[in-house]
């Protein structure tokens, strides 16, 4: 199963470092991983995306509680969270090429971020499902270079107030 | 106060109330030597490597139930701490590390002995810390005590570089920690623990699986209450072992690879286990799948992260195990009043019965002396005395744990969860200078004893004098008898000798009392003229180089499936108990 950890750290030298040496110390996998500055200047936020079980989640998130610079760890159910993740796509068009792939762009509400003479750079922001199917659409048109930032994610404005599961163990 | 850096690092130790610390000078630490130099009222134990100086911190700590310090420079100074630092991490043992680290303009440029320590030490730490600022030393170092005995204690490292301790900064110790991310559970759930109690008062055969966590908590007494309050037997692990008297009639051993029958089958055979401070180690519980098959299990411990870790918990309680054993007790007393369960009297004559029938066995020596008639006879003579056990790691340590009873918590300190060889001799020192009124005894193996055998120097000049019982079988023993049990026969790389090197010459090189002990009948003596001695002495008991460990679980096999002594008509029957 995947799940999407929201984490809320002190921003301090090594951090990241430690969540990282976590994971890998206890053989969890990060599929994704995007760090960023919050509402408050000292503290970061990082989304964190993995496969594994249930329990392994609950063995994450309490092995993550207890790392010192951590202060709040919460999952992001799918039904209850907002996530986004922006891409950028280096694709070839060579001029007669452009208009189709532009219009095919429309539909995602991709942005034309750089133009080329035989090239150009489409900016996209949307659900990470968003981001797999217009990758699949430009792919035919030849990816030059392709960059995602790994999803962020909220809580729902109209979720319930996080975290619960851990709630009853502490 | 204006002040160097160097002197708040002694000012702030002094502060928490350090009274010795434990190290080993070097470059970047010099500025903080020197604060030692121009007077602390803290005691530096000079180590003659920084393992030792770690382990001795570690035996401190562990005799004392405070904070252990060691103290190292930069590079390999620092890498010669990280082995206690892991062995503190796996036995949850509170350690604050001070290194020196390169100034802060060479960071980076792989400058002389330059090494990213709290990058090394990052997956066996609590946390750590790299000063960048002078200003932050005592934060840090208020901080560094308060997280390394809050919670699950363990190790926290503290890296300074040489111009951190050099410059100048406006000393004040704050009364406070400001962490806000570490927040260790205060109480424990009041409806789990009238769950858990009702749990206990309606098992039939309840056992008390006790842990280390019950030492590191304080709450031995609160555990002994529960205990007879409830009429429950009581196993220790290697690293609960002193958390319950062993003499007491509800104590019922030590379970594991190396625990006796009983100690096994009466966990194996439960219908609840409470846990408390414990963490189903694999070397306790075996092949996990069938492990206490039976049993529901009560988890009691500080840390969330153990519940349900390997071991499903059907209540946990988590919180400091002070509180929650007591207001355990409280309401076990309750329910029984209220006429609910009762003490489980027939399971407990159950698990004599097994223990009568199942006794330690060990073939007496003929031309050979054994080791266990060794630990019977060191039983012996130390019974009513407060004496503090470390040991080494291989059979004796097992021997150790099998046949020392331990009657006080902090009397029995061993490497469980690394299983650091070389433990032993330092850990005793370190016990000394916090039990200087105690008589301080390292079982230690011959194979142990070779990786830090050189603090017998510190041992003699800094007047911190230990008893050293090597049980010599000139052997890598429990190697040995993994290659006779499961390679074959085949040994490989073992054979250490019996003679190379002279243990007592050896000692008496580093200013201690050697003896050298091969027969049954001097054993006594030897003790005798050691603990009598108030010296540091080495008695090397050249013991038979053949003898097994028994009985084993073997490494992932079921804890029922285990190796017996194969009985000869000599057989002996281990001082019964
Ligand atoms: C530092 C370290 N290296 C290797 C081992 C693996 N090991 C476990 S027990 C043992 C043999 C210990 O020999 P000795 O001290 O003579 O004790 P004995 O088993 O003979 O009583 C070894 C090599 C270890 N535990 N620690
Ligand atoms: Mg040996």
């Given at each position: ?170 | ?346 399971w407990i004559q159950q698990i004599r019965d097994w223990r009568a029938e199942f006794p330690l066995k060990y073939a007496p020596g003929r031309e050979t002396l054994k080791p266990q008639r060794v630990m019977e006879l060191l039983q012996d003579m130390t019974a009513g005395r407060d004496v503090v056990f470390t040991t080494g790691v291989g059979q004796h340590q097992m021997w150790a744990m099998q046949y020392l009873l331990c009657e006080r918590p902090g009397s029995f300190i061993t490497s469980g969860g690394l299983g650091t060889m070389g433990y ?154």
């Open positions: 199963m995947r799940h999407t950890v929201s984490v809320m750290v002190e921003n301090k030298p090594g951090a990241l470092a430690r969540i990282a040496s976590m994971f890998a110390r206890r053989g969890f996998n990060i599929e994704s991983l995007a760090v960023g500055p919050t509402e408050r200047p000292d503290v970061s936020h990082i989304t964190l995306r993995v496969d594994c079980s249930d329990r392994s989640l609950e063995q994450i998130q309490k092995q993550m509680h207890k790392l010192v610079n951590v202060l709040r760890v919460q999952e992001l159910p799918p039904d209850e969270a907002l996530e986004r993740e922006l891409l950028l796509v280096k694709v070839a068009a060579p001029p007669g090429k452009r208009a189709e792939l532009i219009s095919v762009a429309e539909v995602f509400n991709a942005r034309v971020a750089d133009l080329g003479a035989d090239a150009l750079i489409f900016e996209v922001v949307g659900t990470p499902e968003e981001l797999a199917s217009f990758e699949e659409l430009v792919r035919p048109h030849g990816i030059k270079e392709l960059v995602r930032t790994g999803r962020v994610g909220l809580a729902r404005a109209s979720a319930r107030p996080a975290p619960r599961r851990l709630a009853v163990l502490r | 106060m204006k002040m160097l850096g160097s002197d708040a690092v002694l000012r702030s130790l002094e502060a928490e109330g350090v009274d010795v610390v434990f190290g080993l000078p070097g470059g970047a630490i010099l500025p903080t030597y020197d604060a030692f130099a121009r007077g602390t009222t803290v005691r530096h134990v000079l180590a003659r490597h920084e393992q030792g100086a770690g382990h001795m911190a570690q035996g401190y700590a562990r005799a004392s139930g405070r904070v252990g310090v060691a103290i190292a420079t930069s590079g390999p100074g620092a890498t010669n701490l990280v082995t206690p630092i892991a062995d503190a991490w796996m036995d949850s043992t509170p350690l604050v590390c001070i290194t020196g680290q390169v100034r802060t303009t060479l960071i980076g440029t792989d400058a002389f002995q330059e090494c990213d320590i709290t990058g090394v030490t990052i997956p066996i730490v609590k946390h750590s810390w790299l000063v960048q600022h002078v200003a932050e030393i005592p934060n840090v170092i208020k901080a560094a005590f308060h997280i390394a005995r809050t919670g699950r204690s363990g190790p926290v490292l503290i890296d300074i570089p040489r111009d951190v301790q050099e410059a100048e900064l406006d000393f004040t110790y704050p009364a406070d920690v400001d962490l806000p991310g570490w927040r260790p559970p205060k109480r424990g759930h009041a409806k789990q623990i009238k769950e858990a109690a009702r749990r206990i008062a309606r098992a039939e055969q309840p056992v008390l699986y006790v842990g280390g966590g019950t030492l590191n908590a304080d709450a031995c007494d609160e555990l002994r209450e529960l205990a007879e309050v409830g009429g429950l037997p009581v196993v220790t692990t290697l690293m609960g072992k002193g958390a319950f008297p062993e003499t007491h009639a509800l104590h019922f051993g030590w379970p594991g690879m190396h625990g006796p029958k009983w100690s096994n089958w009466a966990m194996n055979k439960a219908d609840l286990l409470v846990a408390c401070g414990a963490r189903f180690d694999d070397r306790v519980t075996g092949k996990l799948a069938a492990f206490a098959p039976g049993a529901e299990v009560i988890h009691l411990d500080i840390d969330a992260a153990e519940i349900g870790k390997l071991r499903h918990a059907d209540v946990p309680v988590v919180g400091p195990l002070k509180d929650v054993l007591r207001d355990l007790a409280v309401e076990l007393v309750r329910l029984h009043a209220e006429g609910e369960g009762r003490r489980p009297d027939a032993g001799i330092p850990a005793a020192v370190g016990a000394k200078a916090a039990r200087p009124e105690a008589t301080v005894i390292c079982v230690d193996g011959d194979g142990c004893f070779q990786m830090t055998c050189q603090e017998l120097a510190t041992a003699a000049l800094e007047q911190l004098p230990i008893v050293v019982v090597l049980i010599n079988n000139g052997y890598l023993g429990m190697v040995q008898q993994w290659q006779n049990l499961f390679f074959d026969d085949r040994l490989s790389h073992v054979h250490l000798t019996h003679q190379v090197p002279d243990y007592a010459m050896l000692a008496e090189a580093y200013g201690c009392a050697g003896f050298t002990v091969s027969a049954e009948d001097e054993v006594e003596g030897a003790l005798q003229a050691a603990l009598d001695s108030n010296r540091t002495s080495v008695i090397d008991f050249r013991v038979d180089p053949q003898e097994q460990c028994f009985p084993m679980i073997p490494a992932g096999a079921a804890a029922l499936d285990l190796i017996e002594f194969e009985e000869g008509e000599d057989a002996k029957v281990a001082r019964p108990l």
